[in-house]
């Protein structure tokens, strides 16, 4: 009798587990169900949330479902992160994240237990370079006029980042401390918004973010590109040498990206759905033409790629950061 229960009771198991298979299986297969919300974890007006809107209105045109995007700043994209990593794992919520909540987070340890593994990675869309603009009348012609004048009067130059400890932030510390040039570090929140409105207000000498999230003040002429932190020049802003060629002793090249995620456990055949909409919309001359526009550099990486170079990219900077630490000039 105890036998024939346990192998009924097996039996129901089974079936239960097949039933539950089968309905994933109907499930992944139906997907979308519904309309899909993109995070994107900064204010709107920023570059981010540009480049995210655009991609993803190009996407939407040939996937089954709406997709929109929200913006929920606050914390260094934690918050955003946050709602992310709450989200059910079915492929209905995804995140534009950039390099905040790849390095930034997880090495100031924000979000307590977060580590990438409580997301899946869909594919990298862009890489940015930091680089420092300046009001159309400021005097500094180029990053070496600009060092020359930071020494001449410590502290006299005011630099927009976007948050203490955050990229820009760590960019300057950097510049600092390869030149020996001291400047007065003025943060604002993780939007590229505000530090327009301080440049062009007057609040600031000079900023640090990507071109592409001034590029109306540049091409407005209302500001002006001085030196970008790559080795490579950028076809969209030609007339902003990349550090290598303003200052080839200079050896900082820093940045940001965009790249999308989905929580983690969202089934592969979600993610690839989601990484070949995307790519399509990328690869799409509309996109293509407008990144050029506005100065951003297409960069990419499918799921599998893109994991391992944030893997790879995380490790390189902690290693950095922990330096500047026993040096001294950063504060975890």
Not at 87 to 110: E, F, L, N, V
Not at 151 to 160: D, L, Q, T
Not at 218 to 246: C, H, K, M, W, Y
Request: negative net charge; hydrophobic residues 40%.
């Amino acid at each position: 009798m105890q036998f024939k229960k346990a192998l009924s009771l097996k039996k129901t198991l089974l079936g239960m587990a097949c039933f539950a298979m089968l309905g994933a299986s109907f499930a992944h297969a139906d997907y979308p169900r519904r309309d899909v919300r993109v995070i994107v974890p900064a204010a709107a007006g920023g570059g981010t949330d540009a480049i995210v809107r655009k991609i993803t209105n190009i996407a939407e045109d040939d996937f089954p479902a709406s997709m929109y995007v929200e913006n929920v700043s606050g914390g260094m994209t934690a918050t955003g992160l946050l709602q992310l990593m709450n989200a059910r794992p079915d492929g209905h919520t995804i995140a534009a994240i950039t390099y905040d909540s790849i390095i930034t987070i997880p090495w100031k340890q924000m979000l307590p237990g977060f580590t990438m593994d409580k997301m899946r990675m869909i594919a990298r869309i862009t890489q940015e370079a930091d680089a420092i603009t300046v009001a159309a009348d400021a005097p500094y012609q180029n990053l070496d006029d600009l060092i020359a004048a930071a020494k001449k009067a410590p502290g006299s130059i005011r630099f927009g980042i976007q948050n203490m400890g955050a990229r820009t932030h760590l960019t300057l510390l950097q510049l600092q401390d390869l030149t020996g040039a001291e400047f007065k570090i003025v943060s604002y929140d993780n939007s590229a918004a505000t530090q327009k409105e301080a440049l062009l207000n007057g609040e600031v000498d000079a900023v640090v973010t990507s071109l592409g999230d001034l590029a109306p003040l540049i091409e407005s002429g209302q500001a002006r590109g001085l030196v970008e932190f790559s080795d490579t020049q950028n076809e969209g802003f030609p007339n902003v040498p990349p550090v290598t060629a303003s200052n080839p002793d200079i050896d900082l090249q820093m940045g940001s990206f965009i790249t999308l995620v989905a929580p983690a456990r969202t089934p592969d055949e979600v993610i690839e759905k989601l990484e070949a909409t995307y790519h399509a919309a990328y690869d799409s001359d509309e996109f293509q033409q407008w990144l050029k526009k506005i100065g951003v550099t297409p960069a990419w990486l499918g799921s599998d790629e893109v994991t391992q170079w944030s893997k790879t990219t995380q490790k390189q900077l902690f290693s950095t950061m922990d330096e500047l630490v026993e040096k001294g000039v950063l504060e975890r």
